[in-house]
């Protein structure tokens, strides 16, 4: 069960868990974190149509549903900035504001807040700069993330300078499931740390949703202290179903 507390710092999260594995008696500690509440999701994918999301308006409809029904208020719509899903803000706001009016229309409470996930790789990242196709969510705050097995994608960029150029032009970088970057060394992790971004754990890594590695490495995170958000990274119905079973239960 998940605990909201009035004042939105500590969560309180118990799941079916050993050492963020299912099908175990025991559970996971408190999670402390540094966002407003749990009644924020700083990253999903929602928006029909867009990404490897939800691709028609009514499967938008039940993921934002899910959301709401978990107590969260206010959801950050993280469409894909990347190879695949060239998104900027002309297609997000526009779906965001359709899938707005529909949930209004249905009575589902929920706030949308237009954004994006981005991908740093030369083939989008160069013109997100240049282009200024930045959606900033919880006033300064942009989610990128790394190509999630293959580092030579990254090309010629140096993920580090570029969250330096971020903080530098007034927005604080956000990496998206650095749990995920099996190729990444933990003085990787330092060195993205020291030059000022945050870090956003999956929901639902602890609990054994992205595999055996990806949760150990969840853990040694944690055990750093160096998880700043977290987020649901929603998908599909998929996702829901493993969330309701192992997190939200």
């Known amino acids: ?20 594995r299912p099908g175990s008696d025991c559970f996971v500690p408190v999670f402390l974190l540094n966002l407003q509440s749990m009644k924020v999701d700083c990253h999903c994918h929602i928006l029909p149509g867009l990404d490897d999301g939800a691709q028609m308006l009514e499967e938008s409809v039940f993921l934002a549903s899910k959301l709401a029904s978990w107590g969260y208020e206010r959801v950050v719509c993280t469409s894909h ?15 965001c504001e359709l899938l707005r009016k529909e949930l209004l229309s249905r009575g589902i409470s929920l706030e949308l807040v237009p954004s994006m996930e981005y991908r740093l790789i030369p083939e989008t990242w160069v013109d997100v700069r240049k282009n200024r196709w930045l959606l900033p969510w919880e006033g300064n705050h ?3 993330e790394l190509p999630i097995h293959d580092p030579t994608k990254i090309g010629d960029i140096v993920p580090s300078a570029e969250i330096r150029w971020l903080l530098a032009e007034g927005y604080q970088p956000v990496l998206a499931h650095p749990e995920r970057y099996l190729y990444l060394t933990m003085e990787d992790y330092r060195l993205l740390k020291e030059a000022g971004a945050q870090f956003q754990r999956n929901l639902g890594t602890l609990e054994g949703m992205y595999g055996e590695a990806v949760s150990v490495r969840a853990e040694a995170l944690q055990a750093e202290g160096m998880y700043d958000w977290v987020g649901s990274d929603l998908h599909s119905k998929k996702y829901a179903d493993f969330f309701d079973k192992y997190v939200f239960e």
Do not use: E, H
């Open 1 to 20: 069960m998940i605990d909201l507390c009035a004042f939105g710092v500590y969560i309180s999260v118990s799941v079916k868990a050993c050492g963020g």
């Open 81 to 95: 900035s990347s190879f695949l899903y060239r998104n900027t803000p002309k297609t997000v706001t526009p779906a």
């Open 142 to 144: 942009i989610l990128v």
